[in-house]
């Protein structure tokens, strides 16, 4: 059976840069560089949906050069995506709280999911400022927003809850 939902961890950069000779840095640009390869594999093999976690809540202990430059390789990797997005099919979201970046991020990542809202062939979905358990209380905070008026909030299935998660429309991932 063919994957329908991939969802990635990237992760290792450090250690392919230690192993390969390379500075951190370098490794996160080929990280990306990766990114975008597998993206047009999984095009190829007629795989819908990837999920990538690209930078979690945990990141920000990380030292601020190497904070900075991943935001700046994001935003590079922004700028990239909004140029070359007319000619693909790709659908770009974006899970996480996104709240913390500048304003120049957040406009372009809005941009980003706006221009490629109707795009069917393939979605990408990237987490970024993400974390699991943050992902679970914003879900019941959404929950108990909706039923502020009402006693108890009606939770008679999974699918009551999941329909508050980021991901939500699209299919469960198959492979991590």
């Known amino acids: 059976m063919k994957p329908k939902h991939i969802a990635i961890i990237m992760d290792g950069n450090r250690r392919w840069a230690k192993s390969n000779k390379y500075p951190v840095l370098t490794a996160y ?14 095009i190829k093999l007629k795989i819908k949906y990837l999920t990538v976690f690209g930078f979690s809540t945990e990141n920000w202990t990380r030292s601020k050069k190497e904070i900075s430059f991943l935001i700046k390789l994001f935003d590079k990797f922004l700028d990239k995506a909004i140029s070359e997005i007319e000619f693909k099919d790709i659908r770009i979201k974006f899970i996480g709280d996104l709240s913390v970046f500048g304003a120049q991020i957040k406009e372009k990542t809005s941009l980003l999911s706006n221009l490629t809202n109707k795009k069917k062939k393939f979605t990408l979905t990237i987490a970024v400022n993400y974390g699991g358990q943050q992902e679970i209380l914003l879900a019941v905070k959404k929950i108990l927003s909706e039923h502020s008026n009402k006693n108890t909030p009606n939770l008679t299935n999974l699918d009551d809850f999941e329909r508050h998660l980021f991901n939500y429309n699209v299919p469960n991932i198959d492979l991590l």
């Open 29 to 42: 640009e080929k990280g990306l560089e990766t990114l975008l390869n597998t993206v047009n594999n999984l």
